[in-house]
């Protein structure tokens, strides 16, 4: 996230009348405090900062609170994190980077990350596969943990797609193993 910018803006009603004074001004409080907070963000160097609610596309959002999480690891109490969309919008040097947090995080937290690239997928300490199959008239749909050889089977699919190659199989392992 090269050339990305966040602020913070804090947001306060004045109140003329009121009996709360900050920073040498009356203000409105309310029962959730004095005022509101709005984070800001700049995906893209010279652009103005703009309230990352509105802004922010779902694979930024999650790359935010991953930058979060990392800086406040330690601090956070919250034993287990999901991560979806991590990998929207990005590959090659930063899937890398986004999997190297994520690998971080998880020294101390629990981390589930839904990805669909080979760079996050191979740092991973074990996978597991969502499957879908239609039982009579119904889908069902479960989960079950990959062993070893079904998820270098499944990062060799990431990269090269439908044909599994000797090549993309080598990969896999070397995305594995290397991690």
Do not use: W
């Amino acid at each position: 996230m090269n050339g990305v910018r966040f602020g913070v803006q804090f947001n306060y009603t004045p109140d003329s009348e009121g009996f709360v004074e900050y920073r040498k001004e009356k203000l409105k409080p309310t029962s959730l405090g004095l005022g509101t907070l709005e984070f800001l963000f700049s995906p893209n160097p010279g652009e103005d900062l703009r309230p990352l609610a509105k802004i922010a596309s779902g694979g930024e959002l999650s790359r935010i609170m991953l930058a979060l999480k990392s800086i406040l690891n330690e601090q956070d109490t919250i034993p287990v994190m999901i991560f979806d969309e991590v990998d929207a919008g990005i590959g090659g040097r930063v899937a890398e980077k986004v999997g190297d947090k994520l690998k971080k995080v998880a020294e101390t937290k629990q981390v589930f990350c839904i990805t669909h690239l080979p760079q996050i997928a191979g740092m991973a300490s074990s996978h597991y596969r969502v499957e879908k199959h239609v039982q009579g008239k119904r889908t069902r749909s479960g989960i079950r943990q990959l062993e070893f050889e079904e998820r270098v089977e499944e990062v060799a699919r990431m990269s090269s797609g439908e044909k599994i190659t000797e090549a993309s199989l080598k990969h896999a392992r070397e995305l594995i193993s290397g991690n």
